[in-house]
């Protein structure tokens, strides 16, 4: 497993890409509309910065930015066996938000481990 990305929660996707584009030098790798949301990656040389905007009111990303505002909502593992990973969850007590692998942005299989007990994060599993 190696990092991939961490998923950072945000009013106005755009804007905070101008930001960090400006500021941090980093470039549009990807974008699209996925899941209620719209989502930029920045590519960051070794990893992404995943921008997510919510695009409906009662969405996973909304309720977050609601409770607690913006700013880092999860952190993500690639891995060449998502399957594998959850397994390793499971045998280790974790508790898992997908108990299987579903369709993520770029259409990458994902899967979330619940972050209380993963010291808080929200980890996310990706397969590309």
Request: net charge negative; proline share 3%; hydrophobic share 40%.
């Amino acid at each position: 497993m190696h990092f991939d990305h961490a998923g950072i929660a945000t009013d106005d996707a755009q804007a905070l890409a101008q930001l960090y584009g400006d500021l941090l030098d980093l470039e549009v790798a990807h974008e699209e509309e996925f899941d209620g949301m719209r989502v930029v990656f920045l590519d960051c040389g070794n990893g992404y910065f995943e921008l997510l905007e919510p695009l409906e009111d009662d969405g996973t990303i909304a309720r977050y930015l609601e409770d607690g505002g913006a700013g880092i909502h999860h952190l993500a593992l690639a891995t060449d066996d998502i399957e594998a990973a959850l397994e390793t969850a499971r045998d280790h007590d974790v508790t898992l938000i997908d108990e299987e692998p579903r369709p993520g942005a770029w259409g990458h299989s994902v899967a979330f481990l619940h972050p209380k007990d993963t010291g808080g994060i929200l980890v996310e599993f990706v397969e590309h």
